[in-house]
């Protein structure tokens, strides 16, 4: 699995969830209503709503709002009921792409994502067109400084039972199990690593490479799909050429 990070330009995803602060923190607050609702407001007896705090403080989301999503997804505030549904397609030049919803109106998503593909040069697919093609997996990503000894958060994350560890340009890169996400990142967190980003994804097997004049087109249903209101995430295989700023 070494190396698949390239399709992940982490300073440029970076970038965006800086711009895009209040939609992402929307995102968020709807993963927390969901394990919230599902397994409780308790953080220690709820390893998934655990995992979303974390993703959340890796995004910078303030406690108040944090703590606002899980009271009302434990009932204790009002608030409204989501779903997840998840897409299957194709962007230009044929880049695997899945788009996992939240939404409290199927309908309206539906005819939106499929607007989106067809639009910007896809085409949305059957259920299981693509995801054959990803594995799903907990990811921690963690910003180099001088402080930190490589050798020592390698031997940390491996032996809290971490599958791969990547050393990127500028990140660490930490791959576990989706089973074993909670027990890695918190032995990290014990540590005292603080996380650019935390969380269980989609990681794709095979990469498709892009060119130049193909980049910009894939670039853009990406971007107009993680724009949309009801769009959780969106995982794609698309390696972006060298120099690419997206």
Known sequence: MSGHSKWHNIQAKKGKVDAKRGKIFTKIGRELMIASR??????????????????????????????????????????????????????????????KTLTDNRNRSAASVRHLFDKYGGNLGATGCVSYMFQKKGEIVIEKTDSIDEDELMMIALEAGAEDFNTEDEVFEIITDPAEFSTVREELEKAGYEFAQAEVTMIPDMMTSLDMETAPKVQKLIDMLEDDDDVQDVYHNAEFPEGWEG
């Open 38 to 99: 599902e397994g409780g407001s308790n953080l220690d007896s709820n390893a998934k709503l655990r995992d979303v705090v974390a993703k959340a403080r890796a995004a910078n989301m303030p406690n108040d709002t944090i703590d606002r999503a899980i009271k009302k997804g434990a009932g204790e505030l009002e608030g409204i009921s989501y779903e997840e549904i998840v897409y299957e397609g194709y962007a230009p030049a044929g880049v695997a792409v899945m788009v």
